[in-house]
């Protein structure tokens, strides 16, 4: 018997059927969000699109753990997750930095310049660490794209990023890597 495993698609959407509405759902802002600390150290980072008032998109790069790396010894492919959520911010977020947007932005807007700059093709170490330093690599350039507009809250997310959560002791980045 011949099995042939499934294509790496590494852009999910949840729910998959709602992909179309997602992408034209207006941003209002953005947050750098710090969740609970991990056992191995840091928080897990990512970036929450405020939809409305009671509603946003998370865009969260996590490693796949199954899909092995080509570039990072060890390491595995990062599926960007883009879901839709009935709530503003996850329960366990331990540090959240509010991102002022330009005006007339939908989700389309900045998942787009994810796959046009390859930001979606990443890949985390063996202990499935490097959203902070994607996170990060994404604040630059979404700034420098121009759809943030105040660099001092990029700057405050940049300097949060290094801090792990709730303890405020500093925590160097873990540089991942990009591939494709």
Request: hydrophobic letters at 35%.
């Amino acid at each position: 018997m011949n099995f042939t495993a499934p294509i790496f698609q590494p852009i999910q959407f949840v729910p998959a059927s709602k992909k179309p509405e997602i992408l034209e759902l207006p941003v209002l802002h953005i947050s750098a969000v710090a969740h609970a600390r991990l056992e191995s150290g840091g928080n897990h980072w990512t970036f929450y699109m405020t939809v409305s008032s009671t509603e946003s998109i998370q865009v969260d790069m996590t490693p796949s753990y199954t899909v092995p790396s080509t570039i990072t010894s060890g390491g595995s492919k990062g599926n960007l997750v883009v879901s839709q959520l009935t709530y503003k911010f996850s329960p366990d977020s331990t540090k959240i930095v509010r991102l002022d947007v330009r005006d007339g932005l939908t989700v389309k807007h900045f998942v787009e310049l994810l796959e046009s700059e390859k930001r979606h093709l990443f890949e985390f170490n063996e202990l499935g660490q490097g959203c902070r330093f994607w996170v990060d690599d994404q604040l630059t350039l979404f700034s420098e794209k121009g759809l943030l507009t105040n660099q001092n809250q990029v700057e405050e997310a940049r300097a949060s990023i290094l801090t792990q959560y709730p303890d405020e002791k500093q925590y160097p980045l873990v540089v991942g890597s990009y591939y494709g």
